[in-house]
């Protein structure tokens, strides 16, 4: 029998006949990369190669790195496999990757969302015969509410909160979520953020991302002077010496996490908005389907639950042993 | 449900004290009465009968998901409440209405009285036909325990507020048995009714536990000190009847037999405060053998002679018929000593000893011996202090003996649920028996939210097995357990139980090999048990 395209190994997911490994946890020689967040990019790789739109942020956040860049749909021979890199709409640059090996055609999917988010590459399904899919929300209880809608009670929370002159903190995850708030919210006031936001901000405009106007928050900035504003911060500095200078407020946190009261009252935050950048249930049901594949390899989240649910539903679905950490600001 | 949902959501929403109390009281001030009624039944921890099982709410949730039954299951203790697991997995509602709290709980109520095929009709109409929040409210009157983050004395001084009456007027009002079909706005919270203020116990008044050095409380004369007893808290009620309430506010009178008795000794218009434990003669025993009392609703005659129960009471609330709580404390005591020194030893009802101290020395000394007293520890209490409602800090404290520790090893995790959903929190500790590790006892709480996200990271990285949502780990990380008390235990492996362990400390700096072992625990029992 053949060697299986792609292999789970102590250094991550390995393709024998590229001999390449993707979204490794561990130095190895050449690396494919599905995006940028850095549970997903670590450092210590010989080579990386990843899309030209993850490139930028990668090396902005790795430093000097040997990598190279490609464009979605662009497909390239190393060793015996043929890969390319595909939408995965989980944040500005991210990639399904897919593997082609003798006519056998393995998808590793990454971090996706199938809903548009106005500002990734939007998801494309790819055929294959084997998906390895992530199970982050992969739970009945994770469905995704109208985004209108929650952009809505946003923009109205704030509204609220200048009009009571509050300021209005907002946590999100440096990179992919911060900006697509920066999509959402409507420019009602001046948004100040935080230097890991706009770090984040100075590399995707610098790629052409359009987002809203933001002002970042420096030693020197007078706080008085921006009334009724919102403050974009990772959750992380969110109730610590840092936002203290802005005096008192409403604090808010956009993740999946917050469709759970219990996980929302754990952060102590006063509003949830349901806003993730990965599938919900219905959508990685419906993704799976639309890849044609017969075997499912489930990692991330709640994959004992997922892949008995997916066999139930007649897949040849397996949990795949992971190692991948937690990031340290929880990014769902 | 529209106006008890925006209630709810304005309180959920918030984690400001003041916003929720703002929230509360301008829904008592312009709800209709029978939604104001049942909103204080409902956040004093009353709730309508229920008419359909969480069994059966599970199977139709499921059904109209179109999901299969296990995955609800599975979902819920990730959730941690199966009311809003059911409200999120549901399909969205086709129709909308406008009806009030009370009329959904009269729908619950209705469906008493109709078959019970045609019960679950019943439901999925309601489903049907509310929204997300009003869901999650309509479920959690069905399947009980509305802990929304409204306490009961953050409840009553919104009501408080919204009627201008005095709040621990108010307080003593709401105590008791009445539940919303047996009165009504107006005589619960307008009028005073005599009958229910017959059976009426008094709000209990709680201590905190002393974080500081006792002397920061000033001169030993001014406090009193009391052994702190390990049975549980009552206040016996003797007037036409006698009545016998738990801290809990639930009514046990017919649990402890024994208090019959205590209306030959003691004069009607008497109120006291104490601890219920069961009494060898002369001293009390240990908790365990309080519990099966706790439990038995009606007591077998051998259960009352192997465990009987008297009264340690350490407070008069009501003398002669007259609410003394605003009396200080010394007088209170004296009144409560003359009543009880007169009393035949074979009573129900002792006094709890007071001790008197002349210096903080001394009395640290006195409590390293609490646990030969079969104590916890002591109480110290202003001698100046009047009874007051609910957990108050100044004037008494708790000051509990150390817990006993011990080094245990981490075997097993599991994931929280609720607030700690997706972080794993729940533990199994071993220690050893040569090279083996017997496990003894789980544990859940102690370490910080940082704490439990690195031990969920390293969990993750080192499962060894999985046993459905259990975890076997790598033994690797030692921790000091904390406990109040050690039992022989046949039901368990080990042969111990431990009362309230938790997590003291993550011990980064110990390696496995010098966790404690099995003889440890066994020489602890024999000390302690």
Not at chain 2, 17 to 46: H, Q
Not at chain 2, 69 to 86: K, N, Q
Not at chain 2, 435 to 444: Q, R
Not at chain 2, 481 to 504: C, D, N, T, V, Y
Request: aromatic letters at 10%; charged letters at 25%; hydrophobic letters at 40%.
């Amino acid at each position: 029998m053949r060697a299986p395209v792609l292999t789970f190994t102590d250094h991550g997911i390995y393709c024998p006949a590229g001999d390449f490994y993707i979204d490794p946890w561990r130095p190895v020689s050449r690396a494919l990369i599905t995006h940028g967040h850095s549970d997903h990019a670590r450092p210590g790789m010989g080579s990386y190669l990843a899309t030209d739109a993850a490139l930028p942020i990668i090396r902005h956040r790795l430093g000097e790195i040997t990598a190279e860049g490609i464009p979605y749909g662009e497909t390239r021979r190393i060793g015996g496999a043929s890969v390319s890199f595909h939408p995965a709409g989980h944040i500005p640059g991210s990639a399904q990757i897919r593997v082609e090996v003798a006519g056998e055609v393995w998808v590793a999917s990454g971090d996706y969302k199938v809903l548009p988010d106005g500002l990734s590459e939007a998801f494309e399904p790819v055929p294959c015969h084997s998906f390895i899919t992530e199970s982050t929300f992969g739970l009945p209880v994770f469905r995704w509410p109208d985004q209108t809608e929650v952009a809505r009670e946003m923009t109205a929370w704030w509204a609220a909160n200048a009009a009571a002159g509050l300021t209005t903190f907002l946590g999100a995850y440096s990179l992919g979520k911060a900006q697509r708030l920066l999509r959402m919210l409507e420019p009602i006031g001046p948004i100040l953020t935080h230097g890991a936001v706009e770090a984040s901000n100075a590399v995707l405009r610098a790629q052409g991302y359009d987002l809203l106007e933001t002002l970042p928050v420096t030693p020197d900035l007078d706080v008085k002077a921006h009334p009724g504003a919102l403050v974009l911060a990772p959750p992380s500095a969110l109730g610590s010496q840092w936002a203290r200078r802005f005096g008192k407020g409403s604090t808010g946190f956009a993740s999946g996490w917050m469709r759970l009261r219990g996980v929302r009252r754990r952060r102590s935050v006063d509003r949830g908005f349901v806003v993730s950048d990965h599938a919900d249930w219905d959508d990685l049901h419906q993704a799976i389907k639309a890849t044609g594949a017969e075997n499912i390899y489930v990692t991330h989240g709640y994959t004992d639950i997922f892949t008995r649910h997916l066999i139930d539903q007649g897949y040849n679905a397996q949990v795949v042993p992971t190692q991948f950490g937690e990031t340290e600001e929880e990014p769902a | 449900m529209k106006r008890f949902s925006a209630l709810f959501s304005a309180i959920d929403q918030s984690t400001k004290t003041t916003v929720k109390t703002k929230a509360l009281a301008e829904f008592f001030a312009t709800a209709p009465d029978e939604d104001k009624l049942w909103t204080i039944a409902l956040f004093s921890g009353r709730r309508p009968k229920r008419a359909v099982t969480t069994t059966q709410l599970r199977e139709w949730a499921a059904e109209v998901a179109g999901i299969p039954l296990w995955l609800l299951e599975e979902s819920y203790p990730i959730v941690g409440d199966l009311a809003e697991t059911i409200a999120l997995i549901l399909p969205e509602a086709t129709q909308t209405s406008d009806h009030s709290l009370s009329h959904w709980i009269n729908t619950l109520h209705a469906l008493h009285d109709i078959p019970a095929e045609d019960r679950k009709a019943q439901i999925l109409a309601a489903w049907d036909q509310l929204d997300p929040t009003e869901r999650f409210l309509f479920n959690k009157l069905i399947t009980g325990g509305f802990r929304i983050g409204v306490s009961r004395k953050l409840m009553t001084r919104a009501l408080a507020q919204a009627t201008g009456q005095d709040e621990a007027e108010l307080a003593h009002k709401l105590m008791g048995d009445w539940t919303p079909a047996t009165t009504t706005y107006a005589s619960l919270i307008e009028a005073d009714d005599p009958a229910a203020a017959q059976s009426r116990p008094y709000p209990f008044y709680l201590a905190h536990q002393l974080e500081d050095a006792p002397e920061n409380l000033g001169a030993p004369s001014d406090w009193q000190a009391e052994w702190k007893w390990d049975g549980i808290r009552g206040q016996l009620i003797i007037r036409d009847e006698h009545h016998l309430w738990s801290r809990g506010e639930e009514l046990i009178t017919d649990r402890f037999p024994e208090f019959a008795r205590a209306r030959d000794f003691l004069p009607k218009g008497t109120v006291l405060d104490g601890e219920i434990v069961t009494w060898d003669g002369t001293a009390p025993m240990p908790f365990s053998t309080l519990q099966p009392r706790i439990t038995r609703k009606t007591v077998p005659k051998k259960l009352l002679k192997e465990a009987p129960v008297i009264l340690l009471a350490y407070d008069l609330l009501e003398h002669q018929g007259q609410d003394i709580r605003n009396q200080p404390l010394e007088q209170r005591r004296a009144a409560l000593e003359t009543l009880l020194d007169a009393m035949s030893s074979d009573a129900p009802v002792r006094a709890s000893p007071a001790i008197t101290f002349d210096s903080w020395e001394n009395l640290k000394a006195l409590r390293q011996t609490s646990r030969e007293m079969r104590a916890e520890g002591l109480m110290l209490k202003r001698k100046a202090s009047p009874y007051l409602a609910g957990r108050k800090k100044g004037d008494w404290w708790k000051w509990k003996l150390d817990p006993l520790t011990i080094d245990a090893v981490m075997i097993y995790a599991q994931q929280g649920h609720g607030r700690r959903a997706n972080l794993f929190t729940d533990f199994t500790f071993a220690v050893w028996k040569g090279n083996e590790l017997v496990p003894f006892t789980k544990a859940y709480s102690g370490l910080t939210d940082k704490e439990f996200a690195q031990i969920t990271a390293w969990v993750r990285r080192n499962t060894q097995a999985r046993f459905g949502p259990v975890r076997q780990v790598t033994p690797e990380h030692v921790f000091e357990i904390a406990f109040e008390g050690i039992q022989a235990s046949p039901r368990h492996k080990s042969g111990i139980a431990l009362r309230f362990p938790r997590m003291a400390r993550w011990r980064q700096d110990k390696p496995v090999q010098e966790a404690n072992t099995l003889d440890d625990l066994h020489a602890m029992l024999a000390t302690y048990g």
